[in-house]
């Protein structure tokens, strides 16, 4: 368990005067733990559960078919109150704990807008008494300003991706597919050192102006341009880095567009720095676009940790201050120019005291990445 | 949209009184339309939904994000009510589209088990007249039966996963790490055409007692025993295939325990067919182990297709009978055999008119892999 981010949950939960909270999530179990539940992820009814007490407890709740791999994650002695996969008693079990810690009658923060409506519904009938609110915007919240050690793995994910991507650019050539870029990506991001990855975007020629969207079979040809993305993991922990490369030679317009994106990527790197309005570096994106005749899309960064996209969002529509600690992926980008390609460039950066700091400092990008 | 599921889907409305299903995981906008949508598996948030009416009329909700991804693989003129992200409307998006389709006071199946709670408190909200009840089970009972497509598909997947996964342990020994395996692994299921994969299992000498651990630094030494699973992916389909593999030899033990689990495989393909009882399958799994005073896992299979783990379950609990065009993951396997290793072997396997049909036909794991 992590006893600095139990005590800034302890600290929060104070203020708006909870008596626990319970972590539901994939992401806040291991913002509490420090370890992910391996198969939470991918089958959302293996609920893994942390349950945080106003004095400082935590105890988790595991499904059993995890159990020998969270017993050997979780400090000795631990709490874990163990669930039986089919008999689908994950509630049953949680309303025990919290009975357990006299928590029967109280006001019990939780993750509305990830526990299923069933779950949420069989839970209230559990503890009639128990005052449920809405705990995601406080965990969300905390989760922005990242601790040393989250910064740490978060600098070496940023590295891990950058590499692996120019890397596989540059092994690519007319006649590769986008197949053998996502082999070598993948590869790369292994050897490494990562223990997963999301969302591995490859986008190639006509297909480089859709969103999100992964390798196909296309076979690349000289002036294609592509954009590749990936999001390495380690404990749960995401980078997303994106580049855009061009094959032999950069098609017409690119450069011109890729120069008012790197003078882009500048702007935001000056103005990212505690204070500064997430809105008002929005701005800043759109309105470099709109010395392009090009739309924005409806932000230009984001936060990242424990999920690819976390608080708080660089766009049109909320506004905070940037503060140290948090750390940002930010993406001028363009994905319909009107020449039938994208471009996009994806860094992950720092917050510090005086600024901001590259975690993504493989590749300079300033001029367009051209491989053979 | 798939006509051939929209019709089944309809067909199933109608015999409960329903008067429309809404889909809302991942798995099941994926089941109606064909294709997923490309971020909400990994951000819930992004939801994409599709709304199927007792009239066979089938509309999709996009997020404005994936609007262009969506629309370029849904037939022309299909009809797609676009939310915006950062309005937080995606529920107001789909109450008036359901007005539109004059279910405002209808009986209307939604997935209960996947919609967050406060999303179904919204929903509730704005469609007061509406009556939700849980649709999971209908429609996880319809995925069960794959279609002649969907077959297809898993076939194509189950022999990737089958020879990458054989590829990578052949191309490992002593002195290769667990980061190795995996770079080589991946590597295979994307050159080999899968699209992503999930859940990669890397888990070596002392680790392959745990279930779902991905790669590690671990180096391989001789007599290391190797399990590794991965589910590539296509379409959102999803194949599960294991291996375990003794590096240079196999430990004292492995070849008896290996022989166990062999015979186990073979009275588990010959009992697989049309009527035969999910619960009765265990037991064949749960007295081969007990043969060796081993404990059995809580089920020995299960389906698979558009979610890694699908209904049926072959476990202790429920009892169903299998029928024609199930496709199941088997796997035989012991986590913690006593001797520090574990050993797992997962097969694809189609249920037909006369018996079952093994799908991951790359690799004969009668006699136990050894490599290097």
New interface residues.
Partial sequence: MRQEVIARIVHAMLDVGLDAIVAVSPENFAYVTGFLS??QP????RHAMALVTADAQASLVSV???Q??IR?KAPPGAEIAVW????FDAMTVLADLMNKHKLTASRVGIE??????????ALQELLPLVRFV?AQRLLSRLREIKTPAEIEVLRRLSRIADRSITEACRAAGAGSSE??I???L???V??Q?A??F???IVATGERS?????????RVLKKGDICRVEIFPMIAGYHAGVCRTAAIGAAPPQAERIWAKLTECKHLLLDAIKPGASTRKIYEIYRDKLAELDLPP???VGHGIGL???EDP?L????DQPLEAGMVLGIEPLV??TGFGFGMQNKDMLLVTQGGCEILSDYLDTDALLIVA
Wanted: charged share 25%; glycine share 6%; proline share 9%.
């Fill in positions: 391996p198969t991918l089958m959302r009814w059993d078919m995890e020998s791999t050997a039986r996969e089919f008999q509305m807008d990830y526990l299923p409506a069933a779950d949420f519904a809405p197949m053998d996502a082999a070598a993948t590869r790369g292994y050897e050192g223990e997963y999301k969302l591995m102006v859709f969103p999100n969207v992964g390798p196909s079979e899309i409806s932000f999920h690819l996209h969002y766009g049109p529509t909320e994905y319909e």
